[in-house]
């Protein structure tokens, strides 16, 4: 027997539509959560909130563990699923976790339209679809497009972290990533490296663990680059 889909949300709901992102940016989506970062922007105007993007956050432990860990930094999770995205609201709501905000939203669209130049510390997509049929390729969220995307959407000391059990998606991974011109490979010389010292691991990664799966992470970072040499995108505050 399945069981039922529980729709109400135990405390704050930390879903936002896109149209407030939109509109109000996400400063003013999160509010007063979390305090922020005390170190001032450089011309004395403005706190910068240190801001995390997480892709596909599927069951979620990995974003709830990151959000309870660093409660003065925004943690942004978005998910192309709406059941996942209402499952993972209830778990953010019971943890009572200020400093998350929720989207279902295509990764793709996401990283095109949410995110000022220059916002994100760190982007993290963690063991997405494989989509192993070659008909099915171009469904993959690694294409050269969102990566370029996401090289702008980071801060020059941000990063990008991806991790796939699937050793045809890491090969696509690394072409696509090292292609980046905007990128450089945090691993360097090696293209990945299959152990992260203290880094968390998922539901996911524990299964393809147990079933002896090779898993692949990757690292890129932001070359360093004049202002006049980053192209703007649109997006959100």
Do not use: C
Not at 39 to 67: D, K
């Amino acid at each position: 027997m399945s069981r039922s889909l529980k729709y109400e949300i135990p405390g704050v709901d930390p879903r936002v539509p896109l149209s407030d992102v939109a509109e109000k940016g996400w400063t003013s989506v999160f509010g007063s959560h979390p305090p922020r970062d005390s170190r001032a922007h450089p011309e004395g105007l403005e706190e910068i909130p240190r801001r995390v993007l997480e892709i596909g956050f599927g069951r979620g432990e990995f974003l709830l563990a990151m959000a309870a860990r660093e409660p003065e930094v925004e943690f942004v999770g978005i998910e192309v699923s709406w059941k996942r995205t209402l499952k993972m609201a209830r778990k953010v709501a019971r943890a009572k976790l200020e400093n998350v905000r929720l989207v279902d939203v295509s990764a793709e669209h996401a990283i095109q339209v949410l995110f000022e130049p220059e916002s994100l510390d760190a982007i993290w997509l963690n063991f997405s679809d494989p989509w192993p049929k070659v008909r099915h390729g171009h469904r993959r969220v690694i294409q050269s497009g969102f990566v370029g995307d996401a090289a702008v959407a980071l801060k020059p000391s941000g990063a990008l972290l991806v991790a796939t059990d699937d050793v045809p998606y890491a090969h696509q991974i690394d072409e696509v990533l090292s292609s980046e011109v905007r990128l450089q490979n945090a691993y360097a010389p090696f293209p990945f490296v299959s152990e992260v010292p203290e880094r968390m691991q998922t539901g996911y990664e524990e299964q393809w663990r147990a079933e002896g799966r090779s898993i692949h992470f990757f690292a890129y970072r932001p070359r360093l680059r004049s202002d006049s040499g980053r192209t703007r995108v649109g997006g959100a505050r």
